[in-house]
Every structure is written in structure tokens, then in C-alpha cells.
């Protein structure tokens, strides 16, 4: 399958050691893909440091790049619905903005492109601390046995999705913390949508701070799972 124009988006808050090099790497992969057209959307989420004026500052020299700016932190999933919801290109795809993905794998993405309507990125290898790689095995576990995911990976950041699922499964609700990510794929395959899995590789973070760690990010994702699956039961 042949994709001809490509919407991009990156969540960010508190990137600024990590913004412009994540940027810039992406669109000298986009501009080797041949697209007739492409946009990156980066989602500032409250953002307190120099992530916006970086953002806007490439802006000027580059008109695909667009910003999408919360005045308060929102929270990773809203920063992810509004990325899904403002893509504008048949295809998505997302990634985190800290640099702990090769951007240049979404070509291995993009080949399966007519074989699914959603990619989902694992981690191989993940270059994260051990109790962050105990509560991804855990919340992945428990994700795929409440909502019937079935992925290895259920927060990997690095999917392509096709817009056709964004605009027919009902609207994601969740906001703070990881429960985006299973409330996408459980109701894509509720919908019957077809989802197929690709090995990623991981780098560790080199800068700034992650914030899925909070106790009240973590509390707030597990009442999401139970609040989505009681109510798909």
C-alpha cells in the first residue's frame, strides 16, 4: 500500500532538552518517504519550561510543523486525543517527544501499512529503569486480560493508525495517565478493527524527567481500566 501523505504527532511537556532534535529527526525521515505531503503536531501539555518557543521557533522555518498548546497540564491522554483528533491525514502516527524511539522505524510501519488498520509498536529490549519495566509487564497483563487487548506492549508510543478507526470508535475518555493507550486498541478491536504488532527498538531517556511513574498517574490509569471494562462487560 502506497501512503501518500502522513500526520505525525508528538506529546510533550517538559521537553525542551528533547523537542528539537526529536523534531528534526523526523522530518529528515518524512522528507526521504517521497510523501506528497506530511504535518507534525506537537502537543504541548502545559508545558513550564522552553518547549513552546522551541516548537514555535521551528515554525518559522518549517510550515508543516504545527502546535497545539494546553495552559495547564491536561494530562498524556488528553495530549494523545488531541493529537488523534486534530491529524488531518488518512494515516497516524504518534510518538513520544523524548527521543527514546529510532523515528526512522516507522518505514517497518508504514510496510505493514496493508496488512492492518492499527501498528503497534513493542519495545524490545526497553532502556527503562526495572520498576517501570515490572509495572508496563503488569499493566499490559492486566490491560489484555480485562479489555481482551491482546498485545505485548499495550504503551508502546510508537503506533500508526489509520484515521478511519479514529473517526468510527466511540470517543476516548481517558485523560491522566496510561489508559489511552488500552481504551484505543480495546475499542478498535471491538470494533473490528485489525491490529498487528512490530518490534521496536528502545534508547534510554537523556535528558528530562518521566512523569508516567506519579502515584496519581498510576492510581488514576487503573480506575480508568476497571471503570472501561465494567462498562463494556
Not at 480485562?146 to 470517543?171: E, Q, T, Y
Not at 508516567?212 to 487503573?222: Q, T, W
Amino acid at each position: 500500500m502506497k501512503i501518500d501523505s502522513l500526520s505525525v504527532f508528538f506529546p510533550a511537556y517538559n521537553e525542551e532538552g528533547n523537542i528539537k532534535n526529536t523534531i528534526e529527526k523526523a522530518i529528515n525521515v518524512l522528507n526521504k518517504l517521497s510523501l506528497k505531503n506530511y504535518e507534525i503536531i506537537v502537543i504541548n501539555d502545559g508545558s513550564k519550561d522552553k518547549t513552546g518557543q522551541i516548537v514555535e521557533d521551528l515554525i518559522k522555518k518549517n510550515d508543516h510543523i504545527r502546535l497545539i498548546t494546553h495552559n495547564i497540564n491536561q494530562g498524556y491522554g488528553e495530549a494523545i486525543k488531541d493529537g488523534l483528533y486534530n491529524s488531518k491525514f488518512d494515516w497516524i502516527v504518534y510518538n513520544d517527544s523524548d527521543g527514546q524511539f529510532d523515528f526512522s522505524e516507522v518505514t517497518r510501519f508504514l510496510a505493514k501499512a496493508d496488512q492492518a488498520d492499527i501498528i503497534v509498536g513493542y519495545r524490545i529490549n526497553r532502556k527503562d529503569p526495572w520498576i517501570r519495566k515490572f509495572n508496563a509487564w503488569g499493566w499490559t497483563l492486566l490491560a489484555n486480560t480485562l479489555l481482551r487487548v491482546g498485545v505485548k506492549d499495550v504503551d508502546c508510543a510508537f503506533k500508526l493508525i489509520n484515521k478511519k478507526v479514529i473517526d468510527s470508535i466511540p470517543h476516548l475518555e481517558s485523560r491522566r495517565g496510561g489508559m489511552v493507550n488500552p481504551e484505543l486498541l480495546a475499542k478498535a478491536k471491538r470494533a473490528g478493527f485489525r491490529i498487528v504488532e512490530i518490534g521496536v527498538h528502545h534508547y534510554p531517556r537523556t535528558t528530562g524527567v518521566q512523569t508516567g511513574a506519579n502515584l496519581k498517574v498510576i492510581f488514576k490509569s487503573f480506575s480508568d481500566l476497571f471503570k472501561l471494562w465494567w462498562k463494556i462487560k
